[in-house]
């Protein structure tokens, strides 16, 4: 569905992309995380066809980002709606602008609002709703006319659970009915969640893209030994045998054994040299 390949974008003395690559495939959550300034942003506006890349390719079901509009649903990192406008003006607006019509639109709109819950402020203001029903208003835009490719950046910052739990289920239910998502977030525990395939951006390029559990692979956990003389705990790749040394050294009873293997904040760590440029 999305190939990017090797995208490049300098700002003046700041490389933003530096060999950029992401793909897509219909039906895939691809989880993007890194640092800040890692280049994360740049990229979905690419692809979104606000930014021009300086070199690279990116192709949305084989078109440029600019014949592809009206496959793309996006949700901008910053909340962008209009304050005097309501929720269901937005939704209307943003539906016929990708040709849909009433009747449809309107059934549409009514299953989204159910959908993210939003059909208590449905006729208010964007510009007098909370910080996370302004989120879910912002999600619905993006997915008001089903595209083929969500472009989520940083859809839950600031969301309470409930809004967070609605919006992550919203976007299983259109990965489940084939689209392609690209979901840029600090939240690691909203990747596995969404099962998504996570891809790490660093210094404007992806340096390492799997399943949690390949990325988490050979990363060292963490054995925790609580004992009457003394707390024990080693940091290890191999859990079992570092235990069972450490069980090996101490001489008074054992109290207590706790085994923390590697979560994504140790690969987030692992990779963490700060990309703030
Ligand atoms: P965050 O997690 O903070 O949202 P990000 O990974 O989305 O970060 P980008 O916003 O893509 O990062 O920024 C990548 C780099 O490009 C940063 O060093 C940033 O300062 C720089 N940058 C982004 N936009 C501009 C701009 N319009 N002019 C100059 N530099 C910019």
């Given at each position: 569905?999305?190939?990017?390949?090797?995208?490049?974008?300098?700002?003046?003395?700041?490389?933003?992309?530096?060999?950029?690559?992401?793909?897509?495939?219909?039906?895939?959550?691809?989880?993007?995380?890194g640092h800040n300034g890692a280049g994360k942003t740049?990229?979905?506006?690419?692809?979104?066809?606000?930014?021009?890349?300086?070199?690279?390719?990116?192709?949305?079901?084989?078109?440029?980002?600019?014949?592809?509009?009206?496959?793309?649903?996006?949700?901008p990192q910053h909340i962008a709606l209009y304050r005097?406008?309501?929720?269901?003006?937005?939704?209307?607006?943003?539906?016929?602008?990708?040709?849909?019509?009433?009747?449809?639109?309107?059934?549409?709109?009514?299953?989204?609002?159910?959908?993210?819950?939003?059909?208590?402020?449905?006729?208010?203001?964007?510009?007098?709703?909370?910080?996370?029903?302004?989120?879910?208003?912002?999600?619905?835009?993006?997915?008001i006319h089903s595209p083929g490719l969500l472009l989520?950046?940083?859809?839950?910052?600031?969301?309470?659970?409930?809004?967070?739990?609605?919006?992550?289920?919203?976007?299983?239910?259109?990965?489940?009915?084939?689209?392609?998502?690209?979901?840029?977030?600090?939240?690691?525990?909203?990747?596995?969640?969404?099962?998504?395939?996570?891809?790490?951006?660093?210094?404007?390029?992806?340096?390492?893209?799997?399943?949690?559990?390949?990325?988490?692979?050979?990363?060292?956990?963490?054995?925790?030994?609580?004992?009457?003389?003394?707390?024990?705990?080693?940091?290890?790749?191999?859990?079992?045998?570092?235990?069972?040394?450490?069980?090996?050294?101490?001489?008074?009873?054992?109290?207590?054994?706790?085994?923390?293997?590697?979560?994504?904040?140790?690969?987030?760590?692992?990779?963490?040299?700060?990309?703030?440029?």
């Amino acid at each position: 569905m999305l190939q990017a390949t090797d995208l490049t974008k300098r700002y003046d003395d700041v490389q933003a992309l530096d060999g950029f690559s992401l793909e897509a495939a219909a039906g895939e959550i691809v989880g993007l995380v890194g640092h800040n300034g890692a280049g994360k942003t740049t990229f979905v506006e690419m692809v979104s066809g606000l930014l021009k890349p300086d070199g690279g390719e990116i192709r949305i079901d084989g078109r440029t980002p600019a014949k592809a509009r009206d496959r793309i649903g996006i949700s901008p990192q910053h909340i962008a709606l209009y304050r005097s406008i309501t929720v269901r003006e937005h939704l209307r607006f943003y539906g016929r602008l990708a040709g849909l019509r009433a009747p449809a639109l309107r059934a549409r709109i009514d299953d989204l609002a159910a959908e993210l819950r939003m059909t208590g402020f449905l006729d208010r203001p964007a510009g007098l709703l909370s910080g996370g029903q302004q989120r879910r208003a912002q999600a619905a835009t993006a997915l008001i006319h089903s595209p083929g490719l969500l472009l989520l950046d940083e859809p839950t910052a600031g969301a309470d659970p409930e809004t967070r739990q609605a919006l992550l289920e919203a976007v299983k239910r259109r990965a489940g009915e084939g689209a392609a998502v690209v979901y840029t977030t600090h939240y690691l525990h909203e990747l596995s969640e969404l099962q998504a395939t996570i891809a790490v951006a660093s210094h404007g390029r992806i340096v390492a893209r799997g399943s949690a559990a390949e990325l988490l692979d050979g990363l060292p956990g963490e054995v925790l030994v609580g004992a009457a003389d003394g707390d024990l705990k080693v940091t290890t790749t191999d859990v079992t045998s570092t235990l069972l040394e450490l069980l090996g050294t101490v001489r008074g009873p054992v109290e207590s054994i706790e085994l923390r293997p590697a979560n994504l904040d140790d690969l987030y760590r692992s990779l963490a040299v700060s990309d703030v440029r």
